[in-house]
T-cell receptor, first 112, second 113 residues
Framework: SQQGEEDPQALSIQEGENATMNCSYK?????LQWYRQNSGRGLVHLIL?????REKHSGRLRVTLDTSKKSSSLLITASRAADTASYFC????????????FGSGTRLQVQP | DGGITQSPKYLFRKEGQNVTLSCEQN?????MYWYRQDPGQGLRLIYY???????QKGDIAEGYSVSREKKESFPLTVTSAQKNPTAFYLC????????????FGEGSRLTVL
């Protein structure tokens, strides 16, 4: 089962604009993580936010988490053509299975 | 350099054949995972292992088998019982079997002819 659902499925913006992706999940979590995947490659970890945190920053990335709404957002500011990739959220459960569950992903295209 | 190595990168298989995908890590991680990715989709968990000689089924384990005889290695066998094996397979590992950051290999693309 896929825990996270991402919105939008695809996003196309111009270089320099901000990109916002959203993730919703169903069960209680220990943390939520965001990953990036270039076409045909493995995933790369971007940022982790714990269930007791509301916001986290890393460079041009800003992640928010609202556990009451079971949702998270990833904001990429001042996007670059090199940011073109698929972005996935993944949730770590607070009980039960010890493995991350991934969402369906958002495909981001940044036009130069 | 430390990392996860998957091989082969591309693999073609005839229907009815078993194939084994290799995953090796030199990160000294305890936990290892196998995920399957279909075109335009997210990742689905096949199997995972938290310690040597122990592993658990994920959401789509049917038609797959694994072993964990060494800490560094977690091979995945796609058996002939897997009805739709054509996919991109990703191996990952982490140092905390609960919820830590995952490190991924570059994937193996399996095509059934």
């Amino acid at each position: 089962s896929q825990q996270g659902e991402e919105d939008p499925q695809a996003l196309s913006i111009q270089e320099g604009e901000n990109a916002t992706m959203n993730c919703s999940y169903k069960t209680s979590i220990n943390n939520l993580q965001w990953y990036r995947q270039n076409s045909g490659r493995g995933l790369v970890h971007l940022i982790l936010i714990r269930s007791n945190e509301r916001e986290k920053h890393s460079g041009r990335l800003r992640v928010t988490l609202d556990t009451s709404k079971k949702s998270s957002s990833l904001l990429i500011t001042a996007s670059r053509a090199a940011d073109t990739a698929s972005y996935f959220c993944a949730t770590g459960p607070d009980t039960g299975r010890r493995a991350l569950t991934f969402g369906s992903g958002t495909r981001l295209q940044v036009q130069p | 350099d430390g990392g996860i190595t998957q091989s082969p990168k591309y693999l073609f298989r005839k229907e009815g054949q078993n194939v084994t995908l290799s995953c090796e890590q030199n990160l000294n991680h305890d936990a290892m995972y196998w995920y399957r990715q279909d075109p335009g989709q997210g990742l689905r968990l096949i199997y995972y292992s938290q310690i040597v000689n122990d592993f658990q089924k994920g959401d789509i384990a049917e038609g797959y088998s694994v072993s964990r005889e060494k800490k560094e290695s977690f091979p995945l066998t796609v058996t002939s019982a897997q009805k739709n094996p054509t996919a991109f397979y990703l191996c990952a590992s982490n140092s905390k079997w609960a919820n830590g950051e995952l490190f991924f290999g570059e994937g193996s693309r399996l095509t059934v002819l």
